[in-house]
């Protein structure tokens, strides 16, 4: 039975070789710039943040993604609101003999209501695509559609956002990608297709709830579509509960509709500095196969007005 199950799993990754999504986190709380150009700036400090991601740990060439984000409010730190933010972020991914390195800009213009804040945001940037084919083992020697290697495919694309937060909510909804670029610049095809990104889009929400004086709940969700005229990918969605004891410590769980469950520590260690581990459970037949999925985040606020400063990683996490 579990032959059965590798099967269907290297069927699924042949796939997605017809049509690449955007990446995706298990903390995607502390990552959302990358789904959302509208979000720079929203935590009105300037914020550092890393994260790492080893998926299915134990299958050799499973996804490994690395990314570095920076953004915060443009201007004069000491006015009390700054309309424009601006951000940037690096991401590689490497999936078998596939790299994908990103670099993307954002900018958001951000607009005061009376207890919330709405933002409007552009991203703009491009992916160096490679896949080394001739590292590959085909039953089928000479295999034509396994003979020319891609190196480094520039592939530009823009998205955009909007972003809607108060003191204890968010929701947000955005097209990282809009363009939908061939990733072999010859346009290979592969059993009648082509290989080429897939549009994604992303609805999200967060609500704060204090429990009592040390506890706070933090339900949240993040869904995911990706998908165009000719193809898609399964609907997917993360719901998230956490808690949050004495402004500094965080416990999540988070069920993926994929079938996976994952839990999540997320500690301010310091004013400036917090880190966070995440650990995703596979539901499904490929559980066999790996080791589950590791995630790393490390980030740190840039604080110069102390006044401001209230344990903003949780408290004003939106």
Same mark, same amino acid.
């Given at each position: ?29 502390? $990552?959302? !710039? ?58 590689? &991914?490497?999936?078998?003999? &596939? ?8 900018? +958001? ?21 490679? +896949?080394?084919?001739?590292? !590959?083992?085909?039953?089928?020697? $000479? ?43 010859? &346009? ?6 082509? +290989? ?20 706070? !709940? ?22 998230? !509960?956490?808690?949050? +004891?004495? $402004? ?25 500095? $917090? ?19 590791? &995630? ?23």
């Amino acid at each position: 039975m579990k032959k059965y199950y590798l099967l269907y799993f290297i069927m699924l990754l042949h796939t997605r070789g017809m049509a690449q999504s955007y990446m995706h986190y298990t903390m995607f709380m502390y $990552n959302k !710039l990358l789904y959302n150009p509208a979000y720079a700036g929203s935590r009105d400090i300037t914020s550092f943040n890393a994260t790492y991601r080893d998926q299915w740990d134990g299958i050799s060439g499973a996804p490994k993604t690395i990314n570095l984000t920076v953004d915060g409010a443009a201007g004069n730190y000491m006015k009390p609101f700054r309309k424009v933010a601006l951000g940037v972020s690096i991401s590689n &991914e490497k999936i078998g003999v &596939e790299s994908n390195t990103s670099v993307m800009s954002y900018y +958001a213009y951000r607009i005061r209501l009376r207890k919330s804040t709405l933002s409007f945001g552009l991203q703009g940037g491009a992916n160096l695509y490679s +896949a080394r084919y001739d590292k !590959l083992s085909p039953h089928q020697l $000479n295999d034509p559609n396994l003979v020319v290697n891609v190196k480094s495919a520039f592939l530009p694309n823009f998205g955009t956002g909007v972003w809607w937060s108060g003191s204890n909510f968010y929701t947000g909804l955005s097209v990282p990608s809009l363009l939908q670029n061939y990733y072999d610049k010859n &346009e290979k095809v592969i059993n009648g297709k082509k +290989a080429m990104e897939v549009r994604t889009y992303y609805l999200a929400g967060g609500y704060t709830y204090t429990a009592s004086e040390t506890i706070k !709940l933090q339900p949240q969700v993040m869904m995911r579509y990706a998908g165009n005229g000719s193809y898609k990918l399964p609907f997917n969605c993360d719901i998230n !509960l956490s808690a949050i +004891a004495y $402004n500094r410590i965080l416990f999540g769980a988070t069920y993926r509709t994929d079938k996976s469950f994952e839990a999540i520590l997320h500690v301010q260690a310091t004013k400036n500095v $917090n880190i966070g581990y995440s650990f995703d459970y596979m539901l499904s037949g490929l559980n066999g196969y790996n080791n589950g999925t590791h &995630e790393l985040v490390i980030g740190f606020d840039l604080v110069k007005d102390n006044s401001k400063f209230i344990t903003p990683r949780f408290i004003k996490t939106f």
